[in-house]
């Protein structure tokens, strides 16, 4: 692979991965939330989420990152942009996989959280995230797919491991924004 090709897929890759981001801030935005960026150990940012952002509100903000990614691959499909095609419906649709950490989990933690035990719920995503990732990686080394994907199937476990170790932690805050929001609590908690 040339240079220039190399350069062209870094900058259809990064400006992917900026519009994903876009997608969940715009989505965010619109509910009157603000986020931060986050360092997702060492393959980049992600936005962080207010932790009032539960049920809907964090299917919807969820959702919105990769939905940014598939309407931009539409868009680079129109203009015949093969590398914006592919890094948009690549990062689009690997993020709609229904697994913790990824946006396809959490929209399904947002639907399902609302009606079954969100804790459970969690545990459920982010043990099926360890399996996907630990099975990507077993496919890439069988079929000896490129390396470097490797590191991205480790990423995927790290961040769901991180994410099941937080999980008690996040779970009593989840409890106390539920409360906080119920009814008549408006004053609890602030």
Not at 24 to 43: D, E, I, P
Not at 106 to 130: C, E, I, N, Q, Y
């Amino acid at each position: 692979m040339s240079a220039e090709m190399n350069g062209g897929l870094i900058l259809a890759l990064l400006t992917a991965w900026l519009l994903h981001e876009l997608g969940h801030w715009l989505a965010l935005h619109s509910l009157g939330m603000a986020g931060r960026l986050h360092n997702r150990w060492f393959l980049g940012v992600a936005l962080e989420v207010p932790l009032a952002c539960q049920g809907w509100r964090e299917s919807y903000v969820a959702v919105a990152g990769p939905l940014a990614n598939l309407l931009l691959a539409v868009l680079a499909w129109r203009l015949d942009c093969s590398s914006l095609l592919g890094a948009n419906f690549v990062l689009g649709a690997v993020n709609l996989l229904p697994f913790l950490p990824l946006d396809g989990g959490k929209v399904l933690r947002g639907l399902a959280g609302s009606v079954f035990d969100w804790l459970a719920v969690s545990r459920f995503l982010l043990f099926w995230g360890k399996a996907a990732a630990l099975a990507f990686a077993g496919v890439i080394y069988y079929f000896g797919l490129h390396r470097w994907l490797l590191l991205l199937a480790v990423w995927l476990y790290l961040v769901a491991w991180r994410e099941e170790r937080n999980l008690p932690y996040l779970h009593m805050l989840h409890l106390l924004e539920l409360a906080h929001t119920k009814p008549g609590n408006s004053d609890k908690y602030k």
